[in-house]
């Protein structure tokens, strides 16, 4: 997936399965044992700081990354909590890039530090609940979403930009309320599961359907936020990958031979994935080119025919103008990216520093935390008890305000 993202095609991953068969471990991994998720952030980065030893000036790379979550049919941006909306974040379509989510943000990372600790950020921010078949279960799907652009020159001398999109996604697991021993608020978010993972398989099976020449086949792609999401990684501009994880418990036969009928449908689609190029790129390339035929036709003198002196370098200095406004505009774009890179850093001292104010604080100040059977969802929520009464609840106004899934 890396080789394909560095020769500018979006790439996609992501894990199928029941409720309880390694999905998230697969992805992100447990304790010491790094999933595929932080392996390909230290993979990405390693070969950007080799290709750097060897790079030229001209070349640049940038790297951002946004993660999200799809619970109960609303999206939440897990790196920005602040940006609460009630219903969630709008799905909207663009008439090129098709779906997106409005307003979600991506932050600019510069190393493999940086970026594990958003993803982690992210991790702690996820909705998990716990049933019989699963003590950490993931209630949402989630999609990290990690843009790499490489800004070089080519043999001819001319500035292109590869842009890359990687989809890496955890979905959440299917499951039987019998068997999870799910109800009331657990029920309704495994009804809600079940219903987009079923709305996903209906779009593979007519994604196959296409794939064997059968006409008149429309994909439901609107009939889940997941679904709409994931268009481009289905069936669009993608490389897309699939890892279909089971249960060796015989219990759970029906879900595993469920699981491997859906990969087995999902490996006959067929997507056509296209080199990203930079429309602002292009433009300039085009126009580079433009203005050196119309300097090639006016040696030759061969648009002198129906056109006067001025008229010529009338075109000529239209196209030299648009020229420097695009080159301009390339600048601003760079200039930017450096601009976000120094927030990124700065934001990033300033967490170092409240989180080292907060360890110290705790050395002599009493306090809760919290403790999970996730060890690295442990001592994640601290509550420090000022001096004086402190109430503790989840009514709006306590000093101590307890929230989340119940």
């Known amino acids: 997936m890396l080789q394909n993202a560095w020769k500018g095609y979006n790439c996609s991953l992501f894990a199928y399965g029941q409720t309880g068969s390694g999905k998230s471990y697969t992805m992100m991994g447990f304790g010491t044992n790094k999933g595929i998720i932080p392996i390909m952030c230290d993979e990405l980065f390693s070969s950007i700081e080799t290709k750097k030893r060897s790079a030229s ?24 909590l602040s940006l609460h909306v009630r219903g969630g974040l709008k799905v909207r379509q663009h008439p090129t890039k098709g779906f997106y989510v409005e307003s979600l943000t991506s932050h600019a990372v510069y190393s493999q530090a940086d970026i594990e600790s958003r993803i982690v950020e992210g991790t702690r921010n996820r909705t998990l609940a716990s049933t019989n078949m699963n003590s950490t279960s993931s209630r949402a799907h989630t999609i990290v979403s990690i ?11 001319q500035f292109v930009t590869k842009m890359s999109s990687i989809n890496l996604v955890d979905l959440a697991g299917s499951e039987r309320s019998d068997i999870s ?25 007519c994604l196959t359907d296409k794939t064997k020449g059968k006409q008149f086949v429309v994909a439901p792609y609107r ?5 709409k999401l994931l268009k481009n990684a289905l069936g669009g501009n993608s490389k897309t990958a699939m890892i279909a994880t089971i249960s060796p418990a015989d219990i759970h036969y029906e879900e595993t031979l469920s699981a491997l009928r859906f990969a087995n449908k999902a490996k006959n689609i067929k997507t056509t994935a296209v080199v990203n190029e930079s429309q602002t790129d292009k433009l300039v390339r085009e126009l580079r080119e433009e203005n050196q035929k119309l300097l090639d036709m006016l040696r030759r003198g061969q648009m002198g025919i129906g056109y006067t002196e001025e008229e010529v370098a009338e075109m000529r200095h239209s196209l030299e103008e648009q020229l420097k406004k695009n080159q301009e505009e390339m600048e601003k774009m760079n200039n930017s990216w450096q601009q976000r890179l120094k927030e990124a850093e700065a934001q990033n001292k300033l967490k170092l520093e409240e989180e080292r104010q907060e360890q110290e604080r705790m050395k002599s100040v009493p306090h ?14 601290t509550h420090f008890i000022i001096p004086g009464k402190s109430k503790v609840g989840t009514l709006k106004g306590t000093e101590i305000l307890l929230s989340g899934l119940r």
Request: aromatic share 6%.
């Open 57 to 80: 000036l001209d070349q640049e790379f940038q790297v951002s990354v946004s993660m999200l979550e799809i619970y109960n049919e609303q999206v939440r941006d897990l790196l920005n």
């Open 147 to 157: 843009y790499f652009h490489q800004k070089s020159r080519n043999n001819a001398g």
């Open 223 to 227: 009939e889940s936020i997941l679904t």
């Open 181 to 205: 021993g799910t109800s009331g608020d657990r029920l309704k978010e495994g009804s809600l599961i079940n219903q987009s993972l079923s709305t996903l398989g209906n779009v593979i099976k």
């Open 368 to 381: 809760l935390w919290n403790l999970h059977e996730d060890p690295a969802l442990t001592g994640m929520v």
